[in-house]
């Protein structure tokens, strides 16, 4: 089992840039896929980026070019940069830790962004 702690969240105005962090524990972390996902109020969980044990990157639509996911394997870290922010952006963002027989979350970290 791993545990994972997301740091960094806010509130920002539009056009501002936050980065999220997910530290992990308990496992691991390199075997991992590591993702972001998102849940604004009153819609459905959603993916933002992942990235693979062998760093391969896929973003939602909505994100790319604006956001960046990586991961740091000595720290068991994954972070996503998030540029260029919007008002829909706004939500909880949690970390996701995958593999086949396994799904791990974070307890989320509000994001708001608002002027």
């Known amino acids: 089992q791993v545990q994972l702690v997301e740091s960094g969240g806010g509130l920002v105005q539009p056009g501002g840039s936050l980065r999220l962090s997910c530290a992990t524990s308990g496992s691991i972390f390199s075997i991992y896929t590591m993702g972001w996902y998102r849940q604004a109020p009153g819609k459905q969980r959603e993916l933002v980026a992942h990235i693979t044990s062998r760093r391969i990157t896929n973003y939602a639509d909505s994100v790319k070019g604006r956001f960046t996911i990586s991961r740091d394997n000595a720290k068991s870290t994954v972070y996503l940069q998030m540029n260029s922010l919007k008002p829909e952006d706004t939500a909880v963002y949690y970390c996701?830790?995958?593999?086949?027989?396994?799904?791990?979350w974070g307890q989320g970290t509000q994001v708001t962004v608002s002027s």
């Open positions: 996701n830790a995958h593999t086949v027989v396994s799904d791990n």
